[in-house]
T-cell receptor, first 113, second 112 residues
Framework: NAGVTQTPKFRILKIGQSMTLQCTQDMNHNYMYWYRQDPGMGLKLIYYSVGAGITDKGEVPNGYNVSRSTTEDFPLRLELAAPSQTSVYFC????????????FGPGTRLTVL | GQQLNQSPQSMFIQEGEDVSMNCTSSSIFNTWLWYKQDPGEGPVLLIALYKAGELTSNGRLTAQFGITRKDSFLNISASIPSDVGIYFCAGPQETSGSRLTFGEGTQLTVNP
């Protein structure tokens, strides 16, 4: 099992550009999550999904969109990149809710200039 | 919203020393989780605690669920260089059982 994979590892965007961060898990987990981690801070939840076709907002959803058309994939879309979105983005998955371990991907480091 | 406060923010220790860090909240938590993040990687779950007063070990790591349910502690004994990283506490948000609140982390540096 590869676990949770994320692409790309690094990306530099100009203000106003759009991009999609990809996340795939091969553990057949129902729950998937997107977090952002700003320097010296903990993780903030952007969006999460409890199953294919179901998504919900986390703490900091503004400026982002998600979709969950399959169990495996949970892409995160930035429509109009802003410098405030410079961060490291982590995708995670878990079999069930919070009593189950969340497995994190290696992260995508995004810089918006 | 719920906040988790971790202390200390950073620690610089010598190899072989024991380490203690804690996490406190103004709200009650029913679950406490401790994660470690290695440099350049995503967090990995170390220990999960589900009951007030619970003491759980994972190798050289021991974590405790505080009696008040508003705090948790993580101890590392006989530290080694690979213990370097950021240690996060986390707990489920009251309003949604699917969301975790994370502390800001304790950065640990171990000098050989």
């Amino acid at each position: 099992n590869a676990g949770v994979t994320q692409t790309p590892k690094f990306r530099i965007l100009k203000i106003g550009q759009s991009m999609t961060l990809q996340c795939t898990q091969d553990m057949n987990h129902n729950y998937m999550y997107w977090y952002r981690q700003d320097p010296g801070m903990g993780l903030k939840l952007i969006y999460y999904s409890v199953g294919a076709g179901i998504t919900d907002k986390g703490e900091v959803p503004n400026g982002y969109n998600v979709s969950r058309s399959t169990t495996e994939d949970f892409p995160l879309r930035l429509e109009l990149a802003a410098p405030s979105q410079t961060s490291v983005y982590f995708c995670a998955s878990s079999r069930g809710g919070l009593t189950d371990t969340q497995y994190f991907g290696p992260g995508t480091r995004l810089t918006v200039l | 919203g719920q906040q988790l406060n971790q202390s200390p923010q950073s620690m610089f220790i010598q190899e072989g020393e024991d380490v203690s860090m804690n996490c406190t909240s103004s709200s009650i938590f029913n679950t406490w989780l401790w994660y470690k993040q290695d440099p350049g990687e995503g967090p990995v779950l170390l220990i999960a605690l589900y009951k007030a007063g619970e003491l759980t070990s994972n190798g050289r790591l021991t974590a405790q669920f505080g009696i008040t349910r508003k705090d948790s502690f993580l101890n590392i004994s006989a530290s080694i260089p690979s213990d370097v990283g950021i240690y996060f506490c986390a707990g489920p948000q009251e309003t949604s059982g699917s969301r975790l609140t994370f502390g800001e982390g304790t950065q640990l540096t171990v000098n050989p």
